[in-house]
C-alpha cells in the first residue's frame, strides 16, 4: 500500500503510457520548453493543429493535458498563453521499481525492458530516475538483470 505521494508520478506516467496525445504533447514540451521552462502554449496548438488537423478536440485535447500538469503540480499557468514548467518528478528506487514493472506491462506489453532506450518523451518529467541502481537492487526478484555494451535488459517475472 502506497499513499497519494508515492503513488502520484507514477499516475502521471500511467496516462502517459496509455494515451498517445498525451506523449505527443509532452514530445513537443521535451523539445520545445526553453531554459526557464516558459511555454507558450499558442506554439504548443500550432503544433497539435500541423500533426492533428484544425479541430475542436485537438484543443480541448491541449487544454486537458496542459490542465493535467497543472493539477500535478508540474506547470503554473502565468496568463492565458503563458505558463511555466515548475518542477518535475524525482522518483525514489521503489517508484522506479513501480514505474519499471508499470512500463513494462502498460506500454510495452512485453516481459522485457531495455532500461538503455526507455521512451523519452515520457522520461521528459522524471529526469532523475535510479535505474541501474533499482536493476540491481530488485534483480532476482523481479527480474532478471542482463547487461551487455548497447543494452541493459529486463526480464520481468
Same mark, same amino acid.
Given at each position: 500500500?502506497? #499513499?497519494?505521494?508515492?503513488?502520484?508520478?507514477? +499516475? &502521471?506516467?500511467?496516462? &502517459?503510457?496509455? +494515451? %498517445?496525445?498525451?506523449?505527443?504533447?509532452?514530445?513537443?514540451? !521535451? *523539445?520545445?520548453? #526553453?531554459? *526557464?521552462?516558459?511555454?507558450?502554449?499558442?506554439?504548443? @496548438?500550432?503544433?497539435?493543429?500541423?500533426?492533428?488537423?484544425?479541430?475542436?478536440?485537438?484543443?480541448?485535447?491541449? @487544454?486537458?493535458?496542459?490542465?493535467?500538469? %497543472?493539477?500535478?503540480?508540474?506547470? %503554473?499557468?502565468?496568463?492565458?498563453?503563458?505558463?511555466?514548467?515548475? =518542477?518535475?518528478?524525482?522518483?525514489?528506487?521503489?517508484?522506479?521499481?513501480?514505474?519499471?514493472?508499470? !512500463?513494462?506491462?502498460? +506500454?510495452?506489453?512485453?516481459?522485457?525492458?531495455?532500461?538503455?532506450?526507455?521512451?523519452?518523451?515520457?522520461?521528459?518529467?522524471?529526469?532523475?530516475?535510479?535505474?541501474? =541502481?533499482?536493476?540491481?537492487? !530488485?534483480?532476482?526478484?523481479?527480474?532478471? +538483470?542482463?547487461?551487455?555494451?548497447?543494452?541493459?535488459?529486463?526480464?520481468?517475472?
Amino acid at each position: 500500500n502506497h #499513499d497519494l505521494l508515492f503513488m502520484q508520478p507514477l +499516475y &502521471l506516467a500511467k496516462l &502517459l503510457m496509455d +494515451y %498517445e496525445v498525451c506523449r505527443f504533447a509532452a514530445s513537443k514540451l !521535451y *523539445s520545445g520548453v #526553453d531554459a *526557464s521552462g516558459h511555454i507558450n502554449s499558442r506554439h504548443f @496548438r500550432n503544433k497539435f493543429i500541423e500533426e492533428f488537423g484544425d479541430r475542436n478536440v485537438v484543443r480541448k485535447s491541449l @487544454r486537458s493535458f496542459f490542465s493535467t500538469l %497543472e493539477h500535478f503540480g508540474l506547470l %503554473e499557468k502565468l496568463t492565458v498563453n503563458d505558463m511555466v514548467l515548475t =518542477k518535475r518528478f524525482s522518483l525514489t528506487v521503489e517508484q522506479t521499481r513501480c514505474f519499471l514493472i508499470l !512500463y513494462s506491462q502498460s +506500454y510495452l506489453k512485453s516481459k522485457m525492458v531495455d532500461i538503455k532506450h526507455l521512451d523519452q518523451n515520457i522520461l521528459f518529467f522524471y529526469p532523475a530516475i535510479p535505474l541501474q =541502481k533499482t536493476a540491481h537492487k !530488485y534483480n532476482g526478484k523481479d527480474w532478471e +538483470y542482463i547487461r551487455e555494451p548497447s543494452r541493459e535488459l529486463l526480464l520481468l517475472k
